[in-house]
């Protein structure tokens, strides 16, 4: 790790930043002022900080790794990162994917652009470059460091994990970036949109990427399943011996007091949850009628 209080700063942010902005999913929905809409976006652009400092500091710890292996170079000791370790590689590629989930994530939150994407295929293709990759495939980079320490036996396969990881990445581009194009086209998502009567001739050019795409994906996943799966039933190699704890360049000793409270912190964090939201429930509650015809609400 680069920097241990870095890390410490990032996710202390994420506890205070990353609940009072869901308004942001909301920008056209009615019931909510537009005031409260613009503080949800103001929180949620803010989020993107400690963003920022994770990043640096994931980016700065490969770094430190590669050039102790030899890199060297700008850029290219990113060659020499240990790419035939499948856990390690889908990690890296979920990272660089998820670059620009955060870059499609600042449109999102922005008050104007998100009217262009709102309710488009646009957000259909930023969540699988976020949960879909970033998270997934980070996922499944771990299991495969993970289910044979479990297991004690080793991966069944490297080169099939390998290969499923690249399969993941590759899928992912070619349907995330088509439905990214299909939303700046403005086709709606949460249709079936094989039966609409306004489908438009540049949609049916590209929504055959989409399946190309998706097909990969699936095969993918299946790869990862079917690995895991004879390596828990079929391999009978022992699993290799678990790398040693690195130690931080910047270590714990070089922060300060305050990032070890954690008091402060979840208090602000609370503040902020209830100044976000509080005024528009406790509005919402003292005026929706709950009268809906044949319902209870207790």
Same mark, same amino acid.
């Not at 506890?15 to 929905?29: A, E």
């Not at 700008?74 to 856990?87: V, Y």
């Not at 190699?237 to 130690?247: K, N, R």
């Not at 402060?264 to 429930?281: R, S």
């Given at each position: 790790?680069?920097?241990?209080? +870095?890390?410490?700063?990032?996710?202390?942010?994420?506890?205070?930043?990353?609940?009072?902005?869901?308004? #942001?999913?909301?920008?056209?929905?009615?019931?909510?002022?537009?005031?409260?809409?613009?503080?949800?976006?103001?929180?949620?652009?803010?989020?993107?900080?400690?963003?920022? +400092?994770?990043?640096?500091?994931?980016?700065?710890?490969? =770094?430190?790794?590669?050039?102790?292996?030899?890199?060297?170079?700008?850029?290219?000791?990113?060659?020499?990162?240990?790419?035939?370790? &499948?856990?390690? *590689?889908?990690?890296?590629?979920?990272?660089?994917?998820?670059?620009?989930?955060?870059?499609?994530?600042?449109?999102?939150?922005?008050?104007?652009?998100?009217?262009?994407?709102?309710?488009?295929?646009?957000?259909?293709? #930023?969540?699988?470059?976020?949960?879909?990759? *970033? *998270?997934?495939?980070?996922?499944?980079?771990?299991?495969?460091?993970?289910?044979? #320490?479990?297991?004690?036996?080793?991966?069944?396969?490297?080169?099939?994990?390998?290969?499923?990881?690249?399969?993941?990445?590759?899928?992912?581009?070619?349907?995330?970036?088509?439905?990214?194009?299909?939303?700046?086209?403005?086709?709606?998502?949460?249709?079936?949109?094989?039966?609409? $009567?306004?489908?438009?001739? =540049?949609?049916?050019?590209?929504?055959?990427?989409?399946?190309?795409?998706?097909?990969?994906?699936?095969?993918?996943?299946?790869?990862?399943?079917?690995?895991?799966?004879?390596?828990?039933?079929?391999?009978?190699? &022992?699993?290799?011996?678990?790398? =040693?704890?690195?130690?931080?360049?910047?270590? $714990? =000793? #070089?922060?300060?007091?305050?990032?070890?409270?954690?008091?402060?912190?979840?208090?602000?964090?609370?503040?902020?949850?209830?100044?976000?939201?509080?005024?528009?429930?406790?509005?919402?509650?003292?005026?929706? $009628?709950?009268?809906? $015809?044949?319902?209870?609400?207790?």
């Amino acid at each position: 790790l680069f920097s241990d209080p +870095l890390a410490r700063t990032s996710f202390l942010l994420f506890l205070i930043l990353s609940t009072p902005l869901g308004f #942001h999913h909301q920008y056209t929905d009615p019931g909510s002022h537009t005031g409260w809409k613009l503080v949800h976006a103001f929180l949620t652009f803010a989020v993107f900080f400690p963003s920022l +400092l994770t990043f640096f500091n994931v980016v700065a710890s490969l =770094e430190s790794g590669a050039r102790a292996r030899g890199g060297r170079g700008w850029f290219a000791w990113f060659a020499k990162l240990p790419w035939g370790d &499948p856990s390690l *590689a889908a990690q890296v590629l979920a990272m660089l994917l998820f670059t620009f989930g955060g870059i499609g994530g600042l449109i999102n939150a922005s008050y104007n652009l998100n009217l262009v994407v709102h309710n488009t295929a646009w957000i259909v293709g #930023h969540l699988h470059l976020t949960v879909g990759t *970033a *998270a997934t495939l980070t996922f499944m980079g771990v299991s495969y460091w993970l289910v044979p #320490h479990l297991t004690g036996h080793a991966l069944w396969s490297r080169r099939l994990a390998l290969w499923q990881v690249w399969l993941w990445f590759g899928g992912m581009i070619v349907f995330s970036n088509t439905l990214h194009r299909l939303g700046l086209l403005g086709m709606p998502r949460r249709t079936m949109i094989g039966a609409v $009567p306004y489908m438009q001739p =540049e949609w049916k050019a590209l929504l055959p990427l989409v399946g190309v795409g998706g097909a990969v994906l699936f095969l993918s996943s299946m790869l990862f399943f079917l690995n895991l799966l004879l390596t828990w039933a079929v391999s009978r190699s &022992p699993a290799g011996v678990p790398p =040693e704890f690195a130690e931080a360049l910047s270590g $714990p =000793e #070089h922060a300060p007091a305050i990032l070890d409270r954690w008091r402060p912190w979840i208090v602000t964090a609370f503040v902020l949850i209830a100044v976000a939201y509080g005024p528009t429930l406790l509005r919402l509650a003292l005026t929706t $009628p709950f009268n809906a $015809p044949g319902f209870r609400v207790w």
